[in-house]
Each structure stands twice: as C-alpha cells, then as structure tokens.
C-alpha cells in the first residue's frame, strides 16, 4: 500500500499566507515559486493523484471547496494550480502506459517537477483555423508533433506540458511533452490585464520527437470531450465563486459601518450561498445528472464574480481605483474569466447581458 505523507503546513495556514503574498504577484517576473512551496507543505498537491503513486486522491466535493478556498486566498496561484492539477489528471488517466504514471507522478506529487496542459487549441481556442495548430504524424514507434502551442500557463516553468494535435487522419490526440525535448521553443510570457505572474505563454513545436508511450489519450474525434476537466468544468465556476467571496466578505466588512451598503452586499451574499450549494451538488452528483449543468452555473458564477468585484470597487470609491488597492486587483481578476476556458454558449450570454438583451 502506498504511504500517503502527512502535510507539514495545515490548510488554514496555507490560506493565511497566499492571502499575505498576493499581492506580490503583481510584480514584474513574478512567478508562484514560493507558493508553490507552500502548496507541496500542506499537501494540496497531491489531491489529484491516485494513492497508489503517493497521491491522496481527494474528492470531488473536496477539490471543489479547495479551489474555492484557494482562489479567495490568492487567484493566481490557484489559476496555476488548476493547469497543474489537469496535467496530473491527464497523466492518472487509464489509457496511460503505467511506466509512464510511475515515472512521473511521484516527482509531480511532491513538487519536484511542475507540469501544465496546452490545450485551449483543441477546445475553445482558434476554432475559427481550418488548419490544426499542432499536428501529429507517426514515424515508426515515435510520434512527430509539429506546429504552434498558444496558452501553456507556466511555459517557461514547466518540465512537462500535456498537449494535443490531430493526426492526418483528423482525430485528436493528447501527449506528454517534455519541455526539453529538442524543437520544443517556448515564447516570452504575455504581459496581461492580470495573472500575469502565471507566465502563460506560447510553444513552438519544431519537430518534436515523443516516443509512442507518450501518446496518453486517442486518437479520438473531440479529445477534449473526454477524460477529466474540459471547458465545461465546474472548477473555473469554483475558482470565481471564490474571487466573489473575497469581494463580498470585503463588502461586508464596509457595511459594518456603512448602513447604505447592507442591502446590495446582503443580496450578494444570498446568491453566492444559491451558488455554492448549486456548485457542491454538482460536484457530489458524479455520474448522475446535476440539477443544474455546469453550462448554467458558470454563467451564474461570471456574473456574480463581475458585479461584486464591482459593488467592491464602487464602495471603495477613489481608494479603490489606485493601482494596488485589492479591489483594484480583484476587479481585474474578475473579468479573467470572461476568456478564461469560456465555452461559446456562456460567451454568447455574457455579451446579450451586457448589452441588455436578458438570457
């Protein structure tokens, strides 16, 4: 039986320290280095992977209150986490060769190697391109990837990127790239609206050579659509239920004194509760069919993220508007989630809302 390790740091601890370093991701070059220290200490990084490779293989509803927990505390080390986290779930898959689980699971569950996905091209990303970003060709027993990588969080970190292509016969694959691989070229870090301390940015692939046990899912029509995580997920909906709890709790600590704010930051605190409970039952419904599906949550979630990161702002008046200021940050994690694995159809309802169209 693997030995399951004991975190050194507890999770209330954890949350107290990201809360106090948050801020100091806004520098240039940042980079969740320490955090992720951290992260190992109090064992979160092994939630995702099985016990049998180290992991402590926790539950859905478990990950799901992490995330939310984690993403009130610090947004970018979470957004980082979760890419990590999808890699690993990649890699635990069951079309994995277990030669390759073994030799990399361990490492990643203790913290001695960071992986990230590259995935967007096969999902919501350059969609509107007849050509595939990345394609696939086999050599032998080898397999050849080729083309460009547009959004790896933690590119120029990274030891592995889970990514895909499509083969010529049009299904898609997802492999286990080493970044120091030859041919494999990583870009500069986009310089963003905010996360930019998540050093997302592009690869270039010039040839690479994987061998075929590398191949961890497919080829399949629609890769994406299976397996763990996806666009859908309820994660990002986590993730920004957490970024509307920092808001509100900062709201509720100004209506204290602040009777005019008791209402609006009363009505915004009923729905993240909706919201939170909606979120929990579809992360305990597991094969069965939530109340409600994550298309509609996510919807909900955008929008409670966006109008109390703003309610925050308004509150805080002139203070608030001063770069550093944390609802001047939160206001700018907010609408990280317009874009951030935004499926057509929650695309499409954001912008009828914004221009007043209702649905």
């Not at 948050?22 to 200490?41: G, I, N, S, T, V």
């Not at 966006?306 to 925050?312: F, G, H, M, P």
Request: glycine letters at 8%.
């Amino acid at each position: 039986m693997a030995v399951r390790p004991t975190g050194s740091l507890p999770f209330d601890d954890l949350l107290a320290r990201l809360r106090s370093s948050a801020a100091e991701l806004e520098a240039p070059h940042a980079w969740p280095r320490e955090q992720f220290d951290w992260l190992a200490a109090a064992n979160v990084l092994r939630w995702v992977i099985p016990a049998q490779y180290t992991g402590i293989d926790a539950t859905p509803l478990r990950l799901l209150e992490g995330y939310e927990q984690l993403a009130a505390a610090c947004l970018v080390t979470t957004f980082v986490l979760t890419q990590r986290n999808g890699a690993c779930q990649r890699l635990a898959g069951d079309e994995v060769d277990p030669v390759v689980q073994q030799e990399f699971l361990p490492p990643l569950a203790a913290g001695e190697l960071f992986a990230t996905v590259g995935i967007s091209h096969l999902s919501t990303s350059r969609q509107h391109i007849g050509q595939p970003a990345v394609r696939i060709r086999r050599d032998g027993d080898d397999l050849l990837l080729a083309g460009d990588v547009p959004w790896v969080t933690g590119g120029p970190q990274a030891d592995l990127v889970v990514t895909g292509g499509t083969f010529e016969d049009g299904r898609q694959g997802l492999v286990l790239l080493p970044t120091a691989e030859r041919g494999v070229i990583c870009g500069p870090p986009a310089a963003l609206l905010s996360l930019t301390a998540s050093q997302t940015a592009s690869l270039t692939l010039d040839d690479v050579r994987l061998p075929g046990h590398y191949l961890l899912a497919g080829p399949a029509e629609g890769i994406m659509r299976r397996g763990a995580g996806g666009t859908g997920s309820i994660t990002t909906s986590a993730l920004a239920a957490g970024v509307a709890s920092r808001a509100i709790e900062a709201l509720r600590s100004e209506a204290s004194l602040r009777r005019d704010l008791l209402e609006p930051t009363t009505a915004l605190s009923d729905e993240l509760t909706r919201l939170r409970s909606d979120l929990r039952a579809a992360a305990a419904a597991s094969d069965e069919r939530p109340a409600c599906s994550p298309a509609d949550l996510r919807k909900r979630a955008n929008s409670l993220v966006l109008r109390s990161a703003q309610a925050w702002l308004t509150a805080s008046k002139g203070a608030g508007f001063v770069t550093g200021h944390p609802a001047e940050r939160t206001v700018r994690e907010a609408l990280f989630f317009l874009v951030w694995s935004c499926p057509q159809p929650v695309a499409a309802a954001a912008l009828r809302h914004f221009a007043c169209l209702g649905g």
